[in-house]
């Protein structure tokens, strides 16, 4: 753990997207989550970005039609 | 292939099915090329389910084969449009972010107490679909990929077939362009839900108002 530096918020800001994604490796996700704990303003923002980023995954689910379910249904069954 | 083989893939279509057609939906817009395009992902996925070697990976296996069916069917009527466009509109490039948190933090919006929360709170399903359908391709897929449907960087670079550092980029601008279409849309809202504005009477020339409005 002696890897992690204190980053400033503008660095924060620039990992934040990466950081919501998992998509930073360990050292620099601690960094980001130390510097979360400690400033609010980051926080709310990550925050805010966490719930948007939410959103758009349910828009990523949408149930499928019966006629259309049946379809795959009889699809999968000629398999 | 062995009946276990079959059940697993059946299973896991019908487990995936809405997060199929919702993917579908928002790549392709429409209802009918949304159903034929998961019906041919299916089909193709069964076809080449062999040569998945790894299970763990059938999730992401299976958006990568629906994305590159709708990138291969839409370049044979627009040929090349995803590299037309990456080309058009330029990359990579370092111009600051859209953020629509700072937008919302801007003083003049007081009729909204907490203002990000209360955005979070109003914003509507059809909104956030209308911001996605309206990105140019090049950057909706990475979203769509990336946002909708969570899978990693690596996989969607896999996917589109470019570098990693393509998607991050292509990222960046995507999210920009969908927080500045939220942000326009929510202007709309909060003008639309004041007294004085309802749909009907809503017009550009009324934009000015709202600084009035605390
Ligand atoms: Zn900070």
């Given amino acids: 753990m002696s890897d992690i530096k204190e980053i400033g918020c503008e660095e924060a800001l620039r990992r934040l997207f990466e950081y919501l994604d998992r998509e930073l490796d360990g050292a620099r996700h601690a960094e980001m989550e130390q510097h979360l704990h400690t400033c609010r303003a980051c926080y709310s923002r990550a925050e805010f970005e966490r719930h948007l980023k939410g959103k758009l995954g349910a828009v990523g689910k949408e149930p499928a039609p019966p006629e259309f379910e049946l379809r795959i249904k009889n699809l999968l069954r000629r398999f | ?214």
């Fill in chain 2, 1 to 214: 292939m062995t009946d276990a083989d079959r059940a697993f893939f059946e299973q896991e279509i019908t487990g995936l099915l809405d997060r199929l057609y919702g993917t579908a939906l928002r790549l392709a817009k429409n209802r009918a090329d949304a159903e034929d395009l998961v019906a041919e992902t299916v089909t193709k996925a069964w076809a080449n389910f062999g040569s998945l070697h790894d299970r763990q990976c059938f999730r992401g296996w299976l958006f990568r084969i629906l994305t590159n069916t709708f990138l291969s069917e839409c370049r044979k009527t627009e040929p090349a449009s995803l590299e037309a466009l990456a080309e058009a509109q330029g990359e990579p490039d370092e111009e600051p972010a859209f953020s629509l948190f700072d937008r919302l933090h801007q003083p003049f919006l007081l009729w909204w107490g907490n203002p990000e929360q209360e955005f979070l709170n109003k914003v509507l399903q059809q909104d956030l679909q209308k911001a996605v359908d309206a990105l140019p391709e090049v950057f909706r897929v990475p979203v769509i990929l990336c946002d909708l449907q969570g899978l990693n960087y690596q996989e969607i670079a896999e996917t589109l077939g470019v570098p990693v550092g393509t998607v991050r980029s292509r990222l960046n601008r995507g999210r920009s362009q969908l927080q500045k279409a939220l942000w326009q849309h929510a202007q709309e809202a909060g003008l639309k839900h004041a007294p004085a504005a309802d749909k009907e009477s809503f017009h550009i020339s009324q934009t000015g108002e709202h600084h009035e409005r605390h």
